[in-house]
């Protein structure tokens, strides 16, 4: 089971640490992948952290400004948001799965656990 958590409100150019806790497996073994979701669109992909942890993917709109790290003896992802944006509003999912490839890490029908959303306001 996945929590996802630290979202809230920022001013543009602020920052906020997102989190994404799981219970039970670790976090080792699967990609973490983060979603976000505007209301009338589909998700989109944001970033992945890799299993293993040696590899990360961010979608050209956050490159450079968002980044990923692992606390394993957590269990918990963190996405690093900073320079944020208003277009960077969303709610955030984070999502696990051990059968993601490099060439699918930013497909959400690679994903097959999904925490709740947590929602991300950067006003202008």
């Known amino acids: 089971q996945l929590q996802a958590s630290g979202g809230g409100l920022v001013q543009a150019g602020g920052s906020l640490r997102l989190s994404c806790a799981a219970s039970g497996g670790s976090s080792r073994t699967y990609t973490t992948g983060w979603f976000r979701q505007v209301p009338g669109k589909g998700r989109e992909f944001v970033a992945a952290?890799?299993?293993?942890?040696?590899?990360?993917f961010f979608s050209e709109s956050v490159k450079g400004r968002f980044t990923l790290a692992r606390d394993n003896a957590k269990n918990t992802v963190y996405l690093q948001m900073n320079s944020l944006k208003p277009e960077d509003t969303a709610v955030y999912y984070c999502?696990?799965?051990?059968?993601?490839?490099?060439?699918?890490?930013?497909?959400?029908?690679?994903?097959?656990?999904w925490g709740q959303g947590t929602l991300v306001t950067v006003s202008s």
């Open positions: 952290l890799f299993r293993g942890g040696s590899a990360t």
């Open positions: 999502a696990y799965s051990d059968r993601v490839i490099y060439s699918t890490v930013n497909r959400e029908s690679s994903y097959y656990s």
